[in-house]
Antibody, heavy 124, light 108 residues
Framework: QVRLQESGPRLVKPSETLSLTCTVSGGSISSYFWSWIRQPPGKTLEWIGNIYYSGSTNYNPSLKSRVTISLDTSKDQFSLKVSSVIAADTAVYYC??????????????????WGQGTLVTVSS | EIVLTQSPGTLSLSPGERCTLSCRASQSISSSYLAWYQQKPGQAPRLLIYGASSRATGFPDRFSGSGSGTDFSLTISRLEPEDFAVYYCQQYGSSPYTFGQGTKLEIK
């Protein structure tokens, strides 16, 4: 069974950089797209961006100037950095896996596995 | 960016009743690339429907999805106590992938 687990600081000061890591277990990081998604308290979900196992990335234009997603295949981990954070970046951050159809070889960007989520608060 | 509008915002029903949740897109979603998720308090969203009408593993057949183009719906034929949750639609036809604002299904 594939499991994803987010880790990182739960409190970040305004203007600093938020850093999270997602560790994948029970399955390979290869052949998949891996995403970060966030959910401010009481609000809906926002897709932040993704990374392919090859290292190519795609970001939401609303956050693109402040976001970096990277991958460490040797550790089966991928990471998120959000720079210059403000209070509006306070949210539960989820890592998630995009579906891969083994028969067609295509990836479809709905999310079949999610981490449990971690609340990151931006406050001084 | 495709904007998804879900209605109603909140639905108050009793176990055993039937419900239909709506998700409308600001532009046509290619290949019916629409998913639905169920989220319970303090939990991550759980994939429920993909491809507008394919049910994910672990969900019973009282859940069904339909629609195409810009109009999609999720129907629960007979509500069970465990079905009361928030439901989100998501389009994955074009990046950025976007979610609706959610429908909260609460016990009446």
């Amino acid at each position: 069974q594939v499991r994803l687990q987010e880790s990182g600081p739960r409190l970040v000061k305004p203007s600093e950089t938020l850093s999270l890591t997602c560790t994948v277990s029970g399955g390979s990081i290869s052949s998949y797209f891996w995403s970060w998604i966030r959910q401010p308290p009481g609000k809906t979900l926002e897709w932040i961006g993704n990374i392919y196992y090859s290292g190519s990335t795609n970001y939401n234009p609303s956050l693109k100037s402040r976001v970096t997603i990277s991958l460490d295949t040797s550790k089966d981990q991928f990471s998120l950095k959000v720079s210059s954070v403000i209070a509006a970046d306070t949210a539960v951050y989820y890592c998630a896996r995009a579906y891969y159809d083994i028969w067609s070889g295509y990836s479809l960007h709905f999310f079949d596995y999610w981490g449990q989520g971690t609340l990151v608060t931006v406050s001084s | 960016e495709i904007v998804l509008t879900q209605s109603p915002g909140t639905l108050s029903l009793s176990p055993g009743e039937r419900c239909t949740l709506s998700c409308r897109a600001s532009q046509s979603i290619s290949s019916s690339y629409l998913a639905w998720y169920q989220q319970k308090p303090g939990q991550a969203p759980r994939l429920l429907i993909y491809g507008a009408s394919s049910r994910a593993t672990g969900f019973p057949d009282r859940f069904s999805g339909s629609g195409s183009g810009t109009d999609f719906s999720l129907t629960i034929s007979r509500l069970e106590p465990e079905d009361f949750a928030v439901y989100y639609c998501q389009q994955y036809g074009s990046s950025p992938y976007t979610f609706g604002q959610g429908t909260k299904l609460e016990i009446k």
